[in-house]
């Protein structure tokens, strides 16, 4: 079955008849753009993404396999997407698979996992990653069904604030995934409580 | 319109049921005052706070305005990505839509995210009915399943619950939970409930959600969350079934700018929240290859039509309404008996239910004004209010009602001030009595004749031994 014509032309017909007619105009006096150049960006980045009980280092291009290697010490196997580059997982000793779509869940959920990804963009205001199914990010279920999750962001994907990430984002209609802090909940007397369904191990290497 | 926003109880009668609950009102006292104090340490870190909430009202606003135009492209978009558009235009017809497409797949078990419109629409009994079973996996509304009770906060739907309780929950309902270990650390209980959902995640077949915004321009869904079971739904099922009603649609996407920076510091008093998803039909080899979008009328367009009321359509769900209600803080969700409780609650299930169903509910407020400072796209709920108690006084006018027999009664009292100072007097004689009854609270359920027309919709409080005007003359006769 798809949509029934008679729902569909009777809900259109009640907004219009119910429809507000005066245009809106939606003013936008926020801030739209980045603050001045000089906020130190990668020190907030990190405040903030230590603030939501991630991980983070701090590296050059030089130290990045053996930063990467250092978080990834104790995982059994790596996954890691078509797109990220051979040095990153230069110093991981265990067996590495490179997904190609054929990676199944139950492979994904094996003990010691770990998948190594890079980032679209980072908000430093409010300690977010967002993946944007790119090639060093691949699939989503990939920094899903993993316990733990490294993620490599380079000094030059990080802005400000949100507008300005969304603004960098190539094709918006690519599955898009908003990532601060590991997987946490509220629901406990309205504290926050990390650790429930996502990677409980969230890292990140931030790379200049 | 039909569902799960028509209260079964008149607020008076339920408020006086929960208010007796202690520990329902610790645990509410404890949660929202955490949360308030969260909310506003963040809010205060945004020196363009109000600027972000103008613009929120507008775009809604903006929306409302287009609607029509912004369906059409909406699901034109999102249909040439790949996704199945329906509409519905009620409850039950939205349940027999998303029923039929789950009969459709044959499997009998589906994952659901939180989502205020399944809640409304009764999907989850609805789909019961004929044998399909939905796990919910939001971790509050999971507690909320298992006890068999109904949720209580558009947010946190087990905020009644404190972890003790919750403890107890996990340990007599959940068989995959060893009883004599499981403590009431927070973590732990987290943990119990990722060990009791994992497999189902890994192997459902038919996720079910929400959605908090659906970008017109696009065709684009997107859900805000923070467990991770999110997008375990939205990501691992071969088929995805979204329920969302048609006032969730933004424009654009570069409209996200502004509700992602309301929403979570309203929510959950975070800088964002830890998971949001987006996505736009289907992706070839990422995530759901069936996706459905079930755009649901049910009482909306009657809200559209009221100048006044039709605001509560820009409401996002964040909550921040009822963790600010002085209301909603002692009496608890379930005194409105709707999904939709507190000050929202109030003001959307009258108007989405139609008239005469939930009228009481437009007086359970004390017109304080928190709720509307607290709004990130600024409803002016107090007036929506006002203006509900207004067209129901009007709409029953030359029917006896209770409020309209104490309005008549009051305006003849008041209008003449012997009369009041009279009826007052003999309210203090009544009320000496029930001084001792009526302790710390000073607050009187019933009043003698004729302010008795009064209390019979409100508790007053008690008369003082002597008013201001006594007062007055007294110390100026001298
Ligand atoms: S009315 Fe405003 S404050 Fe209340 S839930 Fe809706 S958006 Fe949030």
Redesign the pocket.
């Known amino acids: 079955m798809s949509t029934r014509p008679d729902a569909r032309a009777e809900v259109l017909r009640r907004v219009r008849a119910a429809q507000p007619t005066a245009p809106v105009r939606v003013p936008r006096d926020y801030a739209a753009d980045d603050g001045p150049a000089g906020v130190e960006l990668v020190d907030l980045l990190v405040d903030r993404l230590e603030d939501y009980k991630a991980a983070v280092r701090r590296c050059t291009a030089d130290a990045l396999p053996a930063v990467v290697g250092e978080y990834l010490a104790g995982a059994e196997s790596l996954v890691a997407p078509a797109g990220v580059p051979e040095t990153w997982l230069s110093s991981f000793e265990g067996p590495v698979a490179r997904d190609s779509g054929a990676l199944t869940v139950a492979d994904l959920d094996a003990p010691g996992v770990a998948v190594l990804t890079g980032c679209a963009v980072a908000i430093a205001q409010t300690g977010t990653l967002i993946l944007d199914a790119g090639p060093d990010q691949g699939r989503r279920l990939l920094t899903l069904v993993p316990d733990h999750h490294v993620c490599v962001v380079r000094v030059d994907q990080i802005v400000e604030r949100l507008p300005a990430a969304l603004r960098r984002l190539a094709d918006p209609t690519r599955p898009l995934t908003m990532i601060s802090g590991p997987s946490a909940t509220s629901d406990i007397e309205l504290n926050r409580v990390e650790g429930v369904h996502g990677p409980r191990r969230l890292e990140v290497v931030i790379v200049s | 319109m039909s569902g799960n926003v028509v209260t079964r109880l008149p607020f008076p009668v339920a408020a006086r049921r929960e208010l007796g609950d202690e520990q329902l009102r610790r645990n509410l006292r404890k949660a929202t005052h955490t949360i308030r104090d969260k909310r506003l340490r963040v809010v205060g870190e945004v020196p363009d706070w109000e600027p972000l909430r103008v613009a929120g009202a507008a775009i809604k606003d903006d929306v409302l305005a287009r609607l029509p135009d912004l369906l059409e492209q909406f699901e034109a978009a999102a249909t040439a990505a790949g996704a199945t558009v329906h509409w519905a235009r009620d409850a039950e017809e939205a349940c027999a839509v998303v029923a039929a497409l789950v009969q459709a797949t044959g499997t009998a078990e589906v994952v659901k995210v939180k989502s205020m419109a399944t809640q409304e629409i009764g999907l989850n009994e609805a789909l019961e009915a004929v044998g399909i079973h939905a796990v919910e996996t939001d971790l509050a509304e999971l507690i909320v399943q298992l006890a068999e009770d109904t949720p209580s906060h ?1 947010l946190v739907p087990a905020i009644h619950y404190n972890r003790t309780q919750i403890r107890d929950i996990f340990a007599s309902k959940m068989a995959d939970v060893d009883a004599t270990t499981l403590t009431d650390d927070p973590p732990a209980l987290a943990e119990a409930a990722r060990r009791h959902l994992r497999s189902r995640f890994l192997s459902t077949k038919v996720g079910i959600s929400g959605a908090n915004f659906a970008i017109a321009s696009t065709g684009t869904l997107a859900v805000v969350e923070s467990e991770g079971n999110g997008r375990m739904c939205l990501t691992l099922p071969e088929t995805l079934i979204s329920v969302v009603g048609i006032e969730k649609l933004l424009p654009t996407f570069a409209d996200l700018e502004v509700f992602l920076q309301l929403l979570p510091r ?1 929510s959950t008093g975070e800088r964002m929240n830890p998971y949001t998803s987006l996505w736009t039909g289907v992706t070839p080899g990422d995530g759901p290859q069936t996706v459905h979008i079930v755009l649901v009328d049910n009482g909306r367009t009657d809200t559209l039509a009221d100048p006044v009321g039709r605001q509560a359509l ?9 963790n600010v209600c002085p209301v909603y803080e002692r009496v608890g969700g379930h005194a409105y008996g709707s999904v939709y409780p507190g ?2 609650g109030a003001i959307l299930s009258p108007q989405m239910s139609g008239e005469g169903a939930n009228r009481t509910l437009p007086y359970a407020s004390t017109l304080c004004g928190a ?1 509307f400072d ?4 600024r ?1 002016d ?1 107090p007036q929506v209010l006002v203006h509900l108690r207004q067209s129901g006084v009007d709409a029953a006018r030359g029917r006896p009602s209770a409020e309209r027999t104490a309005m008549r009664t009051m305006s003849y009292v008041m209008r003449d001030r012997r009369r009041y100072a009279a009826a007052l007097r003999a309210a203090r004689r009544g009320a000496a009595p029930l001084r001792m009854v009526a302790g710390r609270r000073g607050a009187l359920r019933r009043l003698p004749w004729p302010l008795s027309a009064w209390t019979s919709v409100r508790d007053a409080p008690l008369p003082p031994k002597q008013t201001f005007r006594e007062w007055w003359a007294r110390e100026h006769s001298s």
Not at chain 2, 314 to 322: D, F, G, H, V
Not at chain 2, 374 to 377: I, K, L, S
């Open positions: 558009i309203s820009r409401c996002i769900r964040c909550s921040a309404c009822l000050p929202i709720c607290a709004c990130p796209v409803i709920i």
